[in-house]
């Protein structure tokens, strides 16, 4: 038997990494992880946001607990493969104060003793303040118990230290948890803590610990000295991965991917399997997985002999230890278990039934329908029955499919019936022509009686939301209507503005045969990409030396006055390539400047953090961090500094484009404006 713990860091984030991402269902991902047992911490999600997918995974068994107050914050959740394990009893939290509706009675408790906030001595508050219960140390979803017989389960998720005022509720919540354990052993029971614990328990399992200035005072944190003081030799429980790995470096179980710093294993190990030392003998091997990807933490495991020898020679199987499942798989798990609530045991009806593919509705018409030979042809449609307001039932109007938009959108185009230039026809014929096309394949179709439940009437449909498709409009009703296009400020001011049912005028033969624009027959001002043309025909001229003749559509009144490399002077063309060049030289990239310790150009960060800099991009030293990377002067001593990792280089990007635009020389700029 396996059991594996894992701080996923969001169960709907988890899916989203190779290999999880691969599978389509929750219950693939709990079976590739080959563990009888998943312990998973920080779901991150509310019951209320648990579909069936992740809360009943058949063939395993979901135990969760939530938040009270905050939703898609901490969490735990306990998968039990019910092929293999029954659990006996399941309780949520650890100080018993957190109960189901109605509570649990005295048989379905784990324990009959619990922990007294009066009886402990907690922390107090920076106001000086102990509290007096433990309801709000134990609301944040934190803790899940499970009785297995041979021992009592507990998956934690332990308060991690945000902030100095935090301090006193992880430390409370870490006494508490003792507590609880203590009041167990004192019943005769075995116990097997797993979870996050954020927590180092020796300067072994924190990537800096082997250097002198964190060494001497590793176990001045409180929360260090308290766990330290809870295992073995000095206390109870035992490390049991450490056991089987004593001297082992780099058993980390936690990085920080803000800085990449899983590349080089610069992390902690905070996730830790405890176990008292009656169920020592049962445990065969504990090992972590840091190959698993998926989060910022990798999942911890150990498993458990099948078979053993006690002192006086017995041999004792793990299925004789441990409730094992019946025959009947209806039987009867812990209420805590998801397939337990209304709404996933068939009392409650949810929501998301009413909008399965399949549902049907039962309608008055349905009903005198199927008293119908249900081989007869139907000499008319079916017919949708509605109810009135008043509450009177009537029969409405036959099915029918929404109607074709495209004659709405032509109704709604004001040019539908004005003349349109060569280009702009065409595109409106192949477009008209492709939607008639499919609608006509549409009708192709051979109708079939409608089996689900009755279509949409034709009245449902609200007509005054029904806007005109922008993207079959008519090419020149931009222009039409006034809106300014690119080619706008090319051209010269016109005396009269046309009608726009006059077509324009053609070009005169004799100028159309003197075109020598390779572009020129392509360039129609009114069609939807004049202005794309235009660029075009503009960068050509200024690179290829090609004069720019006015294209057939133009007239004399309102023709492109193209700037061309014939048509300017010497002095000009020279103006024009310095501006070019200028422009392409202040719109260019920033160069990453070069860090001062190892000379390599720096890397590229962006500030995600909110405050007055989110948004704003720096430049850090390109290494990756590692053992003694430099901090800072006042972080890091300057004799622990390792200079084969990240150093202390930064600069904002603005800073960076602010010395090159002042060291570079603005020949280019002065000369362009000497030349004008």
């Known amino acids: 038997m396996r059991i594996l713990s894992w701080n ?29 047992i998943v312990c998973f911490q920080e779901m991150k999600t509310a019951r209320s946001g648990l579909d069936r997918n992740i809360a009943v995974p058949t063939p395993f068994d979901g135990y969760f607990s939530f938040p009270v107050n905050k ?67 134990d609301g944040e979803g934190r803790a899940l118990m499970l009785d297995l017989g041979l021992f009592v389960l507990i998956n934690v998720y332990c308060p991690n230290e945000t902030s100095d005022s935090r301090l006193p509720f992880k430390m409370n919540y870490h006494f508490m948890l ?14 097997i803590v797993v979870g996050d614990i954020n927590v180092c328990a020796t300067p072994l399992d924190h990537c800096d610990g082997h250097l002198a200035s964190n060494a001497a005072t590793f176990y001045d944190h409180p929360a260090r000295a308290w766990f330290r003081d809870w295992l073995a030799p000095n206390g109870c429980m035992t490390d049991v991965v450490r056991v089987y790995w004593p001297c082992r470096k780099g058993m980390y179980t936690c990085w920080n991917t803000k800085i990449c710093a899983r590349e080089t294993n610069y992390g902690t190990r905070v996730d830790y399997i405890l ?16 190959s698993i990807k998926g989060s910022d933490h990798c999942p911890i495991y150990v498993d458990l002999h099948d078979e053993i020898t006690t002192d006086n020679g017995r041999k004792l199987r793990l299925s004789e230890v441990m409730p094992q499942p019946t025959e009947d798989k209806t039987a009867a798990a812990p209420r805590l278990a998801a397939r337990c609530w209304d709404e996933f045991s068939g009392k409650q009806t949810l929501l998301s039934a009413f909008f399965l593919k399949g549902a049907r509705v039962s309608t008055a018409a349905g009903a005198s329908d199927s008293s119908s030979p249900s081989g007869s042809p139907s000499a008319s449609p079916p017919q949708a029955s509605a ?14 499919v929404l109607p074709d938009r495209t004659e709405s959108l032509d109704l709604a185009n004001p040019l539908k019936h004005e003349s349109r230039s060569p280009t702009a026809e065409s595109s409106k014929a192949k477009s008209t022509g492709a939607m008639k096309a499919g609608v006509a394949e549409q009708e192709k179709i051979p109708s079939k009686p409608p089996t689900g439940p009755p279509k949409r009437k034709l009245t449902d449909v609200p007509v005054t939301r029904t806007k005109p498709n922008k993207k079959l409009r008519h ?26 049912s006059q077509s324009r005028p053609s070009l005169p033969q004799s100028q159309s045969q003197t075109n020598n624009d390779p572009l020129a027959s392509d360039y129609d001002p009114l069609s939807p990409n004049s202005d794309y043309q235009l660029a075009l025909r503009l960068s050509l001229c200024m690179d290829e030396d090609i004069p720019c003749a006015p294209g ?11 700037l061309s490399k014939s048509a300017m002077e010497p002095s000009q063309y020279r103006s024009s390539s310095g501006s070019k060049a200028a422009w392409s030289k202040l719109m260019a990239p920033v160069e990453p400047p070069k860090c001062n310790v190892h000379g390599e150009p720096a890397k590229l960060y962006t500030v995600n953090k909110p405050g ?4 704003k991009t720096f430049f850090l030293c390109s290494r990756p961090v590692g053992p003694g990377y430099d901090k800072g002067k006042g972080e890091r001593p300057r004799d622990e500094v390792d200079h084969r990792y990240r150093c202390n280089f930064f600069k904002w990007a603005s800073e960076v484009r602010r010395e090159a635009s002042s060291s570079t020389p603005s020949s280019s700029l002065t000369s362009v404006s000497s030349q004008n």
Request: aromatic share 6%; hydrophobic share 30%.
């Open 387 to 400: 109810i009135s307001p008043t509450g009177s039932t009537t029969q409405s109007a036959p099915d029918a």
């Open 552 to 562: 057939p559509s133009q007239t004399a009144d309102s023709h492109i006055t193209l």
């Open 275 to 290: 176990a008292t030392r009656g169920i020592l003998p049962w445990i065969k091997h504990g090992d972590i997985q840091p």
């Open 71 to 137: 939703g898609g914050y901490s969490g735990v959740a306990v998968y039990t493969d019910s092929r293999t394990v029954t659990p006996l009893k399941a309780e949520e939290g650890l100080s018993g104060t957190i109960q189901p509706k109605p509570p649990l009675s005295q048989d379905e408790r784990i324990s009959r003793h619990y922990p007294c906030a009066d009886e402990m001595n907690l922390m107090p508050d920076e106001h000086g303040i102990e509290p007096s219960e433990l309801t709000s140390l």
């Open 178 to 191: 003792q507590e609880r354990v203590n009041k167990l052993i004192n019943e005769g029971r075995d116990i």
């Open 612 to 615: 007055p800099n989110r948004g």
């Open 475 to 500: 090419a020149g009703s931009s222009s039409a209507a006034g809106t300014g296009t690119l080619d706008a400020f090319f051209t010269t001011p016109q005396s009269s503005q046309p009608s726009q």
């Open 8 to 36: 996923i860091n969001g169960v709907r984030t988890l899916p989203q990494y190779h290999p999880w991402n691969t599978f389509k269902t929750f219950r693939e991902i709990l079976t590739h992880l080959q563990a009888d």
